[in-house]
T-cell receptor
Framework: EAGVTQFPSHSVIEKGQTVTLRCDPI?????LYWYRRVMGKEIKFLLH????????ESGMPNNRFLAERTGGTYSTLKVQPAELEDSGVYFC????????????????FGPGTRLTVL | AQSVTQLDSQVPVFEEAPVELRCNYS??????LFWYVQYPNQGLQLLLK??????LVESINGFEAEFNKSQTSFHLRKPSVHISDTAEYFC???????????FGGGTRVLVKP
């Protein structure tokens, strides 16, 4: 079974440009999460999809970030326009809800996309 | 809200020596606790977790962690490390009915021969 995949693995862009990150979750996983690790800081939650619906987007830093999950399969995270402070590693994770306590469901992480904004 | 503190950002250790990675958390509600590991150039992998029951949990590769409710800690230990244990280790918590993991800052373990 394929794991969570993310594309690209690295992206280097100029300030003010647009970048789109893609995440393909494990097949059959309804839950999809985005996290971000800014250099030297903790990994922080950005948002959570259940199928195609945004369940929680409380971690999105500002309106320059737009996440979509059309059809409930893969997801994209667009940053427009990118700023220097957006640099970091963006992780995607997915889980298959199997119990009444969602916290129990293991989140499987992708390898991340390293974004560098110059 | 929850918070997680990993007290050591880096831990150098010699091969076959023991290692302990410290993790303390703060939460007003019950949480589940996790340790994730990130090997070089790979994604995060779940190492072990505490949901309920026995406070001592073990992984398949020799790590163990003990949940201490009174000290709000979930320290990770291995009695004898290998070169292949070189990685970054993350402690994390999640509310039982929650959807988002709260991570500590990570601890880089460098195993030296």
């Amino acid at each position: 079974e394929a794991g969570v995949t993310q594309f690209p693995s690295h992206s280097v862009i100029e300030k003010g440009q647009t970048v789109t990150l893609r995440c393909d979750p494990i097949s059959g996983h309804d839950n999809l999460y985005w996290y971000r690790r800014v250099m030297g800081k903790e990994i922080k939650f950005l948002l959570h999809f259940v199928k195609e619906s945004k369940q929680d987007e409380s971690g999105m830093p500002n309106n320059r970030f737009l996440a979509e999950r059309t059809g409930g399969t893969y997801s994209t995270l667009k940053v427009q326009p990118a700023e220097l402070e957006d640099s970091g590693v963006y992780f995607c994770a997915s889980s298959h809800r199997t119990s009444g306590s969602p916290g129990v469901d293991e989140q499987f992480f992708g390898p991340g996309t390293r974004l560098t904004v110059l | 809200a929850q918070s997680v503190t990993q007290l050591d950002s880096q831990v150098p250790v010699f091969e076959e020596a023991p290692v302990e990675l410290r993790c303390n958390y703060s939460s007003s509600v019950s949480v589940y606790l996790f340790w994730y590991v990130q090997y070089p150039n790979q994604g995060l992998q779940l190492l072990l977790k505490y949901l309920s029951g026995s406070t001592l949990v073990e992984s398949i590769n020799g790590f163990e962690a003990e949940f201490n409710k009174s000290q709000t800690s979930f320290h990770l230990r291995k009695p004898s490390v290998h070169i292949s244990d070189t990685a970054e280790y993350f402690c994390a918590v999640i509310k039982a009915a929650g959807n988002k993991l709260t991570f500590g800052g990570g601890t880089r373990v460098l195993v030296k021969p």
